[in-house]
């Protein structure tokens, strides 16, 4: 038999156990760093299976690693559970409809992503044990990645430093390695405080916190035209003041994202957004205050590894959707904006694939893009960065939903819980697992991907939140 064939039927074994937790993380739903029941449930779910648990690891309550084996290789497989806010959507329903109004909904499919690379996971341990093969495996329960770092807390405690290769993936509506890299982000909030006073009476005796949260705006506005185009600086009020015109407010609180194609870019633009925040305080007359919130590096891709992991899906193929699956999809495509439709190709084209290789019209991608190094960053954020910094890593997207469908929308809350999203887990599963199995069969590939990663890190991580800065629970 040959590896595939192996690993295919050992993650087919596991067939239920991936729905089982694709459904009830799913079902329930839980915001970053407080996925409480969740975490529960996983380490009962690893336990029972005959791995061992380390519970609150990373100095977060609902991070765990669960651990199989020993020695060397270590081979770590990445798993999400939190949801998202407002996204709560009843399952397989094409119509928005919440299953509780305002609740938290999967509209990221992180409850897929835990369950497939669960699935990988126990049928690479059952590989290792079957085949007489050394080596650990570890399934990382990583809590907080839409809000929380949860990971980068993770890397900071040395927890991904002995891993040979970390291997993850996305749901998402198309079957691809991830080539590209992610932009390092880092978030604070900026406190000023001031005097309060009667606007009309003696405005001349307060000192306005809301004009200094404005006038660092503006001037963070001005700044944009300083730093690279790639950059993004993103603002919210999270506290304006106050209602009363009259009064003059002695209290605003903005928070900010700050995000570059590297760390070490997106910390010097930091660095001047600070400075610019002072001076809207010296400007007002008033104090100012950064709370640091949390960050998270760039995306850093491993070129040896991420060339194995794509032998292995072209091996393993597209996720195998029946005629159901065509016709759910065929729904939720009919809830699509036009723009959301147009975007279809543009994402085609940014990855580069050949114009006629773009199934367009298609409810569901069902052929895996061919391998491109891109040397681009996508616009948008993951922890994954922070431990691609810490082990050679690698990550695939996986179909699971339609085509077109939006990210952090009530469709992908539906459909991470539907046939399309248990065919697409156990493709994900398997592609993880035959990755695996392929690249530890090649000590050369290991020595390789391991060189690269010191090669574009200096062999190091610096971990982007500052040592005093605790988890936000
Ligand atoms: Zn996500």
């Not at 006073?197 to 001349?204: L, R, V």
């Not at 996508?378 to 695939?396: E, K, L, R």
């Not at 994900?428 to 090649?442: E, G, P």
């Not at 890190?457 to 988890?471: F, N, S």
């Amino acid at each position: 038999m040959s590896k595939k064939e192996k690993i295919s039927k050992l993650v087919d074994k596991y067939y239920d156990d991936i729905v089982l937790v694709n459904d009830t993380v799913w079902d329930f739903a839980e915001p970053g760093m407080k996925e409480k029941k969740t975490a529960e449930f996983y380490v009962d779910f690893f336990k029972k299976r005959g791995f061992k648990v380390d519970e609150g690891v990373g100095e977060v309550p609902t991070a765990f690693v669960a651990e199989w084996g020993e020695g060397k290789p270590v081979v770590g497989f990445l798993g999400e559970y939190d949801a998202l806010p407002t996204l709560s959507q009843e399952a397989a329903c094409p119509v928005k409809k919440p299953v509780t109004e305002g609740a938290y909904g999967q509209g990221c499919g992180h409850n897929s992503l835990g369950a497939a690379a669960a699935g990988a996971a126990l049928a690479f341990a059952d590989y290792l044990s079957e085949n007489n093969i050394k080596g650990t495996v570890r399934f990382y329960g990583c809590p907080g990645e839409e809000y929380g770092s949860g990971k980068v807390f993770m890397a900071r405690n040395g927890l991904f430093d002995d891993l040979d290769i970390a291997l993850t993936w996305h749901p998402g509506d198309m079957n691809k390695i991830t080539t590209t890299s992610s932009l390092a982000c880092i978030s604070a909030f900026f406190e000023f405080h001031g005097v309060s006073a009667h606007a009309a009476g003696n405005p001349h005796l307060g000192r306005s916190a809301v004009d200094a949260a404005e006038l660092m705006n503006v001037g963070v506005n001005y700044l944009r035209e300083h730093i690279i185009p790639e950059a993004r600086v993103h603002y919210a009020y999270v506290n304006a003041g106050g209602i009363a015109p009259n009064v003059v407010h002695d209290y605003a609180k903005v928070h900010y994202f700050v995000r570059a194609p590297k760390i070490k870019t997106a910390q010097e633009i930091f660095g001047r957004v600070q400075d610019v925040a002072e001076g809207a305080a010296k400007m007002t007359g008033t104090t100012m205050k950064m709370i640091f919130h949390e960050a998270l590096c760039d995306y850093n891709p491993n070129r040896p590894l991420e060339q194995v992991m794509q032998k292995a899906f072209e091996e393993i193929g597209a996720p195998q959707f029946d005629e159901n699956d065509f016709k759910l999809a065929e729904q939720f495509r009919n809830t699509f904006t036009q723009a959301d439709i147009d975007d279809i190709k543009k994402t085609f084209l940014d990855l580069e694939v050949d114009e006629k290789d773009i199934p367009e019209g298609d409810a569901l991608h069902i052929s895996v893009i061919p391998y491109k190094a891109l040397n681009k960053v996508m616009p948008g954020s993951t922890d994954v960065g922070d431990v691609s910094y810490c082990a050679p890593t690698a990550q695939c997207n996986v179909a699971t939903v339609a085509l077109g469908t939006p990210g952090h929308s009530w469709q992908m809350t539906a459909q991470s819980r539907s046939g399309i999203a248990n065919k697409g887990n156990v493709t994900a599963a398997k592609v993880m697992a035959l990755t695996a199995a392929m690249a530890i069969d090649d000590p050369e590939l290991l020595k390789k991907a391991k060189e690269e990663l010191v090669k574009s890190t200096g062999g190091k991580y610096d971990c982007p939140i500052p040592a005093d800065v605790k988890p936000t629970l």
